[in-house]
DNA sequence: TTCCGACAGTGGGGTCGCAAT
DNA sequence: ATTGCGACCCCACTATCGGAA
């Protein structure tokens, strides 16, 4: 098949509004690929590349050549193209990826070239990607929706399902059942503003388990294999080999287990999201990699260095010793779980009657430094990839009224509006305003027209991409704590922030403190 | 007819390793 | 040694479509 006729479909769905459009415009293209070329093509189709792992990125984008005149590409082509890019490594290798990258840009078109900056970059944005394309697959090789979803979920892998369907459609899918070592899309929280929110949600009554700040785990056991993934299914079993040995120590001979890994302070009290994050984002030393995944005194050497530990808490079990626990109430997971695993790795999980229990639970996560609560309807079944009704989470939220410093012009859908806000406190000893960081949340295209107009009026310097305006216009903003940064001077970030409304009734001799800011990022609320 | 679930889009701060400077 | 980049961790929120109620 021709790159260009993906390309054209691509721009097609992008041009269209309705779903059932661009499902239909998806199938089509998906029936006309080669069975060779499935893999790939429909990757491309859901914007997503084979290879997971290209090195190219926007920067790598910015200076493309002038695209052909003639189409000549074909997907296999593009694939291999693509390939050769992703296996470059070592000195040389931006130069020589650059070159490779010209070579396929130099033979595309302009509407190839648009499809191939969205699959590099990731941000094709033609409203489809794997959710609708699952649609498509369906309405393509003729089988029920429902059973290419959860192959797609038990799976995680969009072009093996699609491959399956199209080549040998309902039976086909039905082979992907859950299978011991390789990973499933984990499920999925709802947030709610409050506890009572939360508890209407879920129905009472529930149960409340304490929700860590930390890396979200699936771990796989079977035997002696185990196997480490995270959210999105990419594996780090050498970079946690305290959750491998945790892991390994247990009775059970195959095991699929939920959880959260964190690193604990001495006191065992939860180190900040960072600290956590910075362990589980490195790589194993040399010596913990190769040969045996676990090494005891690697682990020990950590702890006489300081290194932080992780330490794995499990809040499900999806599969035990050949059974399958997925379509299982949440009750009877729990309790095959609490069998399984000791109860130094559970997670905190209470049984609440009402709202007021579950505020209690709230008040008591909280004080032991914890992130927030998950309220959890106790018979649902675990929903993989979902984020329904059955699991809600409840976290604090902090409000300043600070100052918009500056705005940058937004893009996509909302180009030519003003939408990301820089956000400063008020230092009262300077009196100038020391920036904590951006939001672009919580906009309606109301209040984005408004703001646009605003600080057009209020701007003194106008950027293409920011324009600097008088620190006059008081926002209240929502965030989740206060975290260390290396960016802005005040030393401090917002975590999560977004607009609630503008403070029209405020002046900004009147917003919030820089002191205000530090009090919050000292006492490490969510921080 | 209205309501609501699922989806896509629009970006945030922080961390790491690697290659280039 | 420092900087830029890509890839990944955590993520909130609004608009839209189309089936469910």
Redesign the pocket.
């Known amino acids: 098949m021709r790159f260009l006729d993906l390309a054209a479909t691509s721009a097609a769905v992008?041009a269209t509004?309705?779903?059932?459009?661009?499902v239909e415009l998806l199938a089509t293209a998906l029936r006309s690929l080669d069975p060779a070329e499935v893999p790939a093509g429909s990757g491309y189709l859901?914007?997503e590349l084979r290879q997971?792992?290209?090195?190219?990125?926007?920067?790598?984008?910015r200076d493309l050549p002038p695209p052909a005149a003639e189409p000549t590409l074909t997907v296999a082509e593009v694939d291999a193209a693509i390939d050769g890019i992703?296996a470059v490594?070592?000195?040389?290798?931006?130069?020589?990826r650059r070159e490779l990258l010209g070579v396929l840009f130099a033979a595309a078109t302009a509407d190839e070239q648009r499809l191939l900056v969205g699959l590099?970059s990731?941000?094709?944005?033609?409203?489809?990607?794997?959710?609708?394309?699952?649609e498509a697959i369906a309405r393509a090789a003729q089988v029920p929706v429902a059973a290419v979803?959860r192959a797609l979920l038990l799976a995680g892998d969009l072009r093996a399902v699609a491959t399956a369907a199209l080549g040998g459609g309902a039976a086909a899918l039905a082979e992907f059942g859950l299978r011991v070592g390789r990973p499933l899309a984990p499920m999925l929280a709802q947030?709610a503003?409050t506890v009572d929110a939360a508890l209407d949600a879920t129905g009472a009554p529930a149960v409340v388990d304490v929700?860590l700040?930390?890396?979200?785990i699936q771990v796989h056991r079977s035997g002696s294999d185990i196997a480490v993934f995270?959210?999105?299914?990419?594996e780090?079993t050498t970079r946690v080999p305290e959750v491998v040995a945790a892991v390994r120590a247990l009775p059970a001979r195959e095991l699929v287990l939920d959880g959260?890994a964190i690193g604990l302070d001495a006191a065992g009290r939860p180190l900040p999201?960072?600290q956590t994050?910075?362990r589980?984002?490195?790589?194993a030393t040399p010596s913990t990699t190769g040969g045996t995944p676990v090494a005891p005194a690697v682990l020990a050497a950590a702890e006489t260095t300081g290194e932080t530990v992780l330490t794995p808490y499990f809040f499900d079990l999806l599969h035990l010793d050949g059974v399958d626990l997925i379509d299982r109430p949440g009750r009877e997971r729990w309790a095959a779980l609490a069998g399984a695993v000791d109860e130094s790795l559970l997670v905190g999980r209470v049984e609440v009657d009402d709202a007021e229990q579950a505020g209690e639970a709230f008040a008591a996560a909280l004080d032991a430094g914890q992130?927030g609560i998950l309220v959890k309807a106790p018979e649902a079944p675990y929903d993989a990839?979902?984020?329904?009704?059955a699991w809600v989470?409840v976290?604090p939220?902090h409000t300043l009224d600070l100052v918009v410093l500056a705005v940058?012009w937004?893009?996509?859908?909302?180009?030519g509006w003003l939408?990301?806000l820089h956000l400063g406190a008020r230092d009262p000893r300077t009196g100038g305003f020391v920036m904590l960081?951006?939001?672009?949340?919580?906009?309606?295209?109301?209040l984005l027209r408004w703001q646009t107009e605003r600080f057009l009026a209020l701007a003194v310097e106008r950027g293409d991409w920011v324009v600097r305006v008088r620190p006059e216009q008081v926002v209240e903003i929502?965030f989740?704590g206060v975290?260390?940064?290396?960016?802005?001077p005040g030393g401090?970030?917002?975590?999560?922030?977004?607009v609630v409304r503008y403070r029209e009734d405020k002046t900004a001799a009147e917003a919030d403190t820089v002191d205000m800011v530090r009090a919050i990022h000292a006492g490490r609320a969510g921080g």
């Open positions: 992008g509004s309705g779903r059932r459009a661009k859901a914007g997971r792992q290209t090195g190219v990125g926007w920067a790598s984008l992703a490594r070592g000195p040389g290798s931006q130069a020589r590099f990731g941000e094709l944005r033609q409203g489809a990607q794997a959710g609708l394309l699952a979803r947030s503003p929700k700040d930390g890396v979200r995270t959210r999105s299914l990419d780090i959260e999201f960072q994050s910075s589980a984002a490195r790589r992130e990839g979902r984020r329904g009704a989470k976290k939220r940058e937004g893009s996509g859908r909302r180009q939408s990301n960081g951006k939001t672009f949340k919580g906009l309606t295209d109301e929502a989740d975290q260390t940064s290396s960016r802005y401090m970030a917002l975590r999560f922030a977004r």
